[in-house]
């Protein structure tokens, strides 16, 4: 009896790790398919769906912990980890920049309009301004390797 509880047990680590890879890769594609819009900048979305995913690959990685290797474990989520803070001011400024664009709209006042084209010009010049940061981290994340071997892994 003791055998068949240990089998039924390394079958269901089998199928939990089974299933922890399909919920890993499922993430790591959307997450891979985002990186160069956010290289591009051509949609704000794009931003925004690499952070929401990147977290969402942080918050599941630990629930597969034992399924993957202890020592590439810690790094891959050390860069993951990387470009959800990268992302994230960059995701704060590009909502910023819309409320003031959708406040803007509603202002009739041509003094008060040019004061708050003065703040929305400072924040989308502060955005132009970090996006060779993001580009340069992302590419930084590619050559790692880590979502590659990561997938591999899974």
């Known amino acids: 009896m003791n055998e068949n509880i240990k089998g039924q047990k390394r079958q269901s680590d089998r199928s ?3 299933f922890g890879a399909q919920a ?5 594609k959307v997450f891979e398919n985002q990186i160069d819009g956010v290289i591009k900048s051509s949609d704000i979305e794009h931003v925004h769906k690499t952070r929401v995913t ?3 690959l942080r918050a599941a990685m630990p629930l597969f912990k034992e399924c993957l290797p202890r020592k590439k474990y810690t790094k891959w989520l050390c860069e993951i980890k990387k470009v959800t803070r990268l992302l994230g001011y ?3 400024l590009d909502v910023q920049i819309v409320f003031v664009e959708q406040y803007m709209n509603k202002i009739d006042i041509a003094a008060e309009k040019a ?3 003065l703040l929305l010009n400072a924040h989308k010049n502060r ?3 970090i996006q060779p940061a993001i580009i340069c981290g992302l590419e930084e994340l590619k050559a790692t390797g880590v979502l590659g071997n ?3 892994f899974c």
């Open 90 to 92: 960059a995701r704060d």
């Open 24 to 28: 890993l890769l499922k993430l790591l």
């Open 54 to 56: 990147s977290r969402r």
């Open 115 to 117: 004061a708050v084209a």
């Open 127 to 129: 955005r132009k301004s």
């Open 16 to 18: 939990y790790c089974t």
């Open 150 to 152: 990561l997938g591999k």
